[in-house]
């Protein structure tokens, strides 16, 4: 892989792409949904009390959603729309290798993407006027939003190199997109429900001893005093399936705004509760690592004493205990990434041992 050659095919990727007005028409049209989405989201949260959080939180996730779905046009045909325009093999025969064709492609595709970013970060500043967010959160936001920008870029670009065809290698990367922002949440749901463990519950209560005057005077003054004294119930065994979630909890990790909440540092309040919209759903995400019990046991005649909050755990009790999301989600999506990326390469190299039917060469 030469550098040199590399820079020199993203140069010629980008200059395709800044000549065409569609281009410019694409980044006006994205910047003024923008403005409407902070405009909105001021008049929504303005009398919130976590009014920089909530609508910082809304924009960046816009951002996320406007990134993932223009990703696959901008590197869903970067491979296979040269090779259909009769381009990529010119290029094939110069010193350029394939590794530097298809990591220069991704890097255009990369570039063009954080364009997008660029555009969004003055009104992600903006959001954070309100004071809800801090320079912590929205450099780390950022970085999410850069590395989730090139895992994107990355699956397209190997699909591009993968697929013969630009629009069923566009149309297979939306997909592959819908999968990972949509498909995940379902698949969650439905595996978690088709996995279970029978979980049994043992429960007793006090029950009320009244006076034995009250059996034949129910209406009498002596059963306005109440019951005497209390004695335990017996104990009483149920049971029923509890779904599996714990088991499955990566799939839902692997969504793109599950990542960005996750990786997000989370702010508390005086209770250890979150207090912004990515902590609630990172919270949500982490506690479902956790196993059910599967022997509940329910004593409503022990005595506990007073009651504090201080006795129940606390969700960053929880979180401490579990493991980032963030982590296993990107992790499985570098996997994914990769794995097209490394096909797309076996399809590209030179000499071709073999090629689809139809496809053209120069």
Not at 6 to 33: H, K
Request: charged fraction near 15%; charge should be negative.
């Amino acid at each position: 892989m030469n550098a040199s050659r590399m820079w020199t095919i993203v140069e010629l990727e980008l200059t395709q792409r800044t000549r065409s007005v569609a281009w410019w028409v694409l980044v006006c049209v994205y910047a003024v949904l923008l403005l409407g989405i902070t405009a909105l989201s001021f008049l929504v949260f303005l009398d919130t009390p976590d009014t920089g959080g909530a609508i910082y939180a809304t924009i960046v996730y816009f951002v996320l959603l406007l990134v993932v779905l223009v990703s696959p046009t901008v590197s869903g045909n970067a491979v296979n729309g040269d090779r259909d325009q009769a381009t990529l093999a010119p290029v094939q025969v110069t010193l350029a290798s394939t590794t530097d064709i298809i990591v220069g492609k991704l890097l255009a595709a990369w570039i063009t993407g954080l364009a997008f970013v660029a555009v969004a970060v003055p009104f992600m500043a903006v959001s954070m006027l309100g004071g809800g967010a801090s320079a912590a959160v929205l450099g780390t936001s950022l970085l999410v939003l850069v590395v989730e920008i090139g895992v994107f870029s990355a699956m397209g670009v190997g699909l591009s190199a993968l697929i013969g065809r630009p629009l069923f290698s566009v149309a297979t990367t939306y997909l592959v997109v819908a999968a990972f922002v949509i498909g995940t949440l379902i698949v969650f749901g439905l595996a978690g429900a088709a996995i279970r463990t029978e979980v049994t519950s043992h429960s007793r209560w006090s029950e009320p001893v009244w006076p034995a005057a009250c059996e034949t005077d129910p209406g009498g003054d002596a059963c306005l005093d109440g019951p005497e004294s209390y004695e335990c119930s017996e104990w009483e065994t149920t049971t029923w399936d509890m779904p599996r979630y714990d088991r499955v909890w990566w799939l839902l990790a692997a969504n793109p705004f599950v990542v960005l909440a996750d990786a997000t540092p989370t702010v508390y309040d005086r209770r250890g509760e979150p207090t912004d919209m990515f902590g609630f759903i990172a919270a949500g995400v982490r506690l479902t690592q956790l196993a059910p019990e599967t022997e509940v046991w329910s004593d409503g005649c022990a005595s506990s004493g007073a009651w504090s909050e201080d006795d129940e755990p606390n969700t960053r009790d929880l979180m401490a205990g579990t493991t980032p999301s963030w982590f296993a989600g990107l992790a499985v999506q570098l996997i994914v990434a990769g794995a097209l990326l490394w096909g797309g390469w076996v399809r590209t190299r030179t000499p071709a041992r073999t090629l689809p039917p139809g496809t053209r060469v120069a």
